[in-house]
């Protein structure tokens, strides 16, 4: 079992910046990739970035790409996403999840374990 908590989220104005954090716990998470995901009222849950085990390989939403960047302390067991830049169309509850899967399903909720409760980022405008 794998435990995944956000947190950073909260209200910001355009071009404003957050770093989310996602504290993980549990057996051998350092093995796991981690992702995040976000999902706004009405709409599916997107892909936002991920991070392989090692911190060798990142992967990101051409949504998010150049203003964010996703990063993990192993030996804190937590993931951080830095979002810069931010828009009202960034609003939404983030989540984060774990996968021992390979990267070609990295872009898919569907590959993902675990998840967080998620955390609330609002942009305003």
């Known amino acids: 079992q794998v435990q995944l908590v956000e947190s950073g989220g909260g209200l910001v104005q355009a071009g404003g910046s957050l770093r989310l954090s996602c504290a993980a716990s549990?057996?051998?998470?350092?093995?796991?990739?981690i992702a995040w995901f976000r999902q706004a009222p009405g709409k599916e849950r997107e892909f936002v970035a991920v991070i392989s085990w090692s911190g060798s390989r990142s992967l990101y939403a051409d949504s998010v790409k150049g203003r964010s960047t996703i990063s993990r302390d192993n030996a804190k067991n937590t993931v951080y996403v830095q979002m810069n830049s931010l828009k009202p169309e960034d609003t939404a509850v983030y989540y984060c999840?774990?996968?021992?899967?390979?990267?070609?399903?990295?872009?898919?909720?569907?590959?993902?374990?675990?998840w967080g409760q998620g955390t609330q980022v609002t942009v305003s405008s």
């Open positions: 999840a774990a996968t021992l899967r390979s990267g070609s399903s990295w872009y898919a909720s569907w590959a993902y374990d675990y």
């Open positions: 549990g057996r051998t998470v350092t093995n796991y990739a």
